[in-house]
């Protein structure tokens, strides 16, 4: 049978890739983009800089993917919320999603797109600006389905589905920073039922 001994075309890399993009996930999350360096990062991935940008491409391309995969794992709640079939249930899911995702054991407390390049310098600008457009698109998606819920009289004619959904952001927002110092998740769910007693907000 005879071998080259040569490595076959296309054998797997030396590492599991989506292990590698969860552990930089969490730097991410728990440093920020510009306070995560590429030691760091390469460290907690457990590769050499050149296997990582063979792999995931240069720091703001890892961050890109980073951002999808948090969205498709730990802030998955956010598409969930809004599958469910009424206003009220929509802000439920949200508000509890972004409880349970901000106090999760065994990954940092807060979250990734709320703190992840709040303040950032001309090298964080990128990530910043990437936070804020998807940031931005979930205020968007909110305020849709409550258009949705007001063109079908189950929200008060009038209703602004915008403001409404900046205020549901906020709330969010408002218990990711308060996760992120400390606070409890049975606190939070508190602060989370407060503002589903007063829904919709006058």
Known sequence: ?????????????????DEALERAMVV???QGYEGASLTDLTDAMGIARTSMYAAFGNKEELFHKVLRRYAEGPAAYVGQALE????????ATFL????????????PHGCL?????????????????????????????LRDRFQQAVDGGELPTGTDPAVLARYVMTVA???????????????????????LRNWPPA
Do not use: N, Y
Request: hydrophobic fraction near 40%.
């Open 96 to 107: 509890t999603g972004s409880v349970r995702a901000t106090t999760q054991p065994g990954f």
């Open 84 to 91: 469910e079939p009424t206003a009220r249930e929509v802000v």
């Open 28 to 30: 991410f999350w728990r």
């Open 113 to 141: 797109a709320v703190q992840g390049a709040l303040a950032a310098g001309d090298l964080g600008r990128p990530a910043r600006d990437t936070l804020i457009a998807w940031r931005d698109e979930v205020c968007a998606r």
């Open 1 to 17: 049978m005879g071998s080259s001994g040569k490595a076959p075309i296309g054998r797997p890399r030396g590492f599991d890739e």
């Open 173 to 195: 927002h408002g218990i990711a920073v308060q996760a992120a110092g400390g606070a409890e998740r049975a606190e939070l769910e508190q602060v989370a039922d407060l503002a």
